[in-house]
């Protein structure tokens, strides 16, 4: 079959051609306009050599640029290699390396980093390092390549449903990050499923203010070129700047992840009259307290979906129709997905049992860039083992215990941190939570916790670690130690880096 995403551009640029595609900054494009912009790069690709298969690398912040080269790519066949500006040395060059990246478009404020590892890039040829701003010697620049290439169709090429698109990497926080390729069929998928599931229109407005590196940003990117619908970007998040563009913009349409939905709601203007327009707020990338979804939907009733999910390919979807049922489940697989939650040896846990989330669907990606041997772990029989716990109830919704590699063992027994964090955001001077295991002589493992306070010094960490221990259900539960950040470390994405927070207290053996 013929399914190429590339095509979907185009045909809104025919048919709705003076629609508002895109909104970034000062720059307002039409279906036709940005279509026009599109080719211009897909055709500089082609000038610069790139054909069908090859993986182009791109080093962005949130730019138009970046936009750009998702959809140009589609429509030449060559698959795209999103990389977060945060790598850095070997991280940097690892990656490129991996993933066969035989080009690379960045930033002049990143080139330093690519300079430092440019002797280790054996596949990028000289002239195929580009910068989207500035001149810098050993750099093309995006802007006069784009300048003198056409802004009609590139050159045809037969583009097949199970042909690569890009290749998303891992965070690496349980070892060396793994390429998870998507295909074009994979990402027809996500228009199709996300937009229905999300109740998306062609007259929807799509607010999307995180990281466009993060897979999150394709659930409703995707929905919204399958739809043509308004696609507004950011370049970061700012939650008075996404507040005010909700009620300038009649935004329709908001994914963020937890950090950032608990930022809007404590933002000095957030003020739920003006943000009436919206009709979605969904929770992605890692699980939002039942304390922040019921003040969301306080403020905002009606409103609250929560995605839980792998970029590996499968997710399960709590509706804004069932959370008032359901408020503490992740939902259910959407039309067309299988789940299973099965026990240690791979049978079928009974509802209300803990076990490991298996599941499929249109979206699963074929494998690992170049690791068949991870993929066979991860992908058995057709089924995506997650490596997350969960369990079903009666109704067949999925509730998460944790993350796996979350899991505290202390004293032989299964501590979930999400537990403790539930219970420690119910304070009235906590903003946000997370709670890890650190080592401990007697018990192997113990909990510990960091928290955001609303208010400098509105309580201390004794007193906030004696209010948690006598009100945990279990023993085990009780933390070690808690200590009152400022921030916590996050990936570009905004989700929470626990591995980092943990890391030095066991290469210190701290106890």
């Known amino acids: 079959m013929h399914v190429n995403i590339g095509t979907l551009l185009p045909r809104h640029a025919i048919y709705r051609p003076h629609k508002t595609a895109v909104l970034f900054q000062a720059h ?13 790069i897909a055709n500089a690709l082609v000038q610069l050599g790139l054909q069908k298969g090859d993986k182009l690398a791109t080093i962005l ?7 750009e080269i998702f959809w140009a790519v589609a429509k030449i066949g060559v698959v795209v290699v999103p990389l977060s500006p945060m790598l850095r040395g070997s991280g940097l060059s690892r990656l490129l390396n991996d993933s066969d990246s035989v080009a690379v478009v960045t930033t002049a404020d990143f080139a ?7 002797g280790d890039l054996a596949n990028i040829a000289p002239t195929r390092f580009v910068l989207v701003d500035g001149e810098l ?3 093309a620049n995006y802007g006069a390549l784009t300048a003198v290439a056409a802004e009609t169709e590139p050159p045809f090429t037969a583009v097949h449903e199970d042909d690569p698109y890009n290749i998303i990497y891992s965070s690496g926080t349980t070892g060396l990050p793994k ?3 998507h ?6 998928a996500y228009c199709t499923s996300f937009a229905t599931a999300y109740r998306i229109t062609p007259e929807s407005v799509i607010l999307h203010t995180g990281s466009l590196v993060f897979n999150g940003a394709f659930l409703t990117l995707m929905p919204a070129m399958f739809q043509g619908c308004k696609y507004i970007l950011h370049p970061y ?24 939905i608990i930022a809007m709601l404590h933002a000095p203007n957030f003020d739920p009259a003006t943000m009436q327009s919206l009709e979605m707020v969904c929770s992605v990338g890692a699980p939002l307290h039942l304390e922040h979804k019921e003040a969301l939907d306080r403020h905002l009733p009606g409103r609250f979906y929560e995605l839980y999910g792998l970029t590996e390919g499968f997710v399960t979807i709590l509706d804004k129709y069932d959370f008032p049922q359901k408020p503490g489940s992740v939902g259910a697989p959407p039309p067309l997905f299988e789940m299973r939650i099965v026990n240690e040896v791979g049978e079928a846990c009974a509802p209300g049992e803990v076990g490991e989330i298996v599941g499929r669907g249109p979206i699963t990606m074929p494998g690992y860039y170049k690791r068949p041997d991870l993929t066979a772990h991860a992908i058995r029989d057709g089924w995506l083992f997650s490596g997350d716990l969960g369990y079903v109830d009666e109704d067949g919704f999925l509730f998460l215990v944790d993350r796996q590699k979350d899991l505290i063992i202390s004293g032989g027994v299964n501590v979930y941190p999400r537990d403790i964090e539930e219970l420690i955001v119910q304070h009235p001077a906590v903003r946000e939570t997370a709670v890890f295991g650190i080592p401990h002589d007697k018990w192997g493992e113990t909990p510990m916790a960091t928290v955001i306070l609303h208010q400098p010094g509105a309580i201390s960490e ?7 221990n006598e009100r945990v259900e279990a023993r085990y539960q009780k933390v070690s130690r808690i200590v009152i950040m400022d921030d916590f470390p996050r990936s570009v994405a905004g989700k929470t880096l626990k591995r980092i927070m943990r890391q030095p207290f066991w290469e210190s053996g701290e106890r």
């Open 179 to 181: 390429g998870i390729v």
């Open 462 to 468: 004794d007193e906030l670690r004696n209010w948690v």
């Open 237 to 260: 998040f700012d939650a008075q700047a996404l507040i005010e563009t909700v009620a300038q913009e009649k935004v329709t349409h908001l994914m963020m992840v937890p950090s950032q």
């Open 112 to 118: 330093p980093e690519l300079n430092n590892v440019r």
């Open 183 to 188: 295909t074009h069929a994979i990402r027809a």
């Open 61 to 67: 912040p949130n730019c138009l640029e970046q936009l």
């Open 137 to 139: 010697d050993g750099y």
């Open 28 to 40: 307002s494009l039409t279906f036709r306009q940005l279509n026009g912009r599109v080719n211009r």
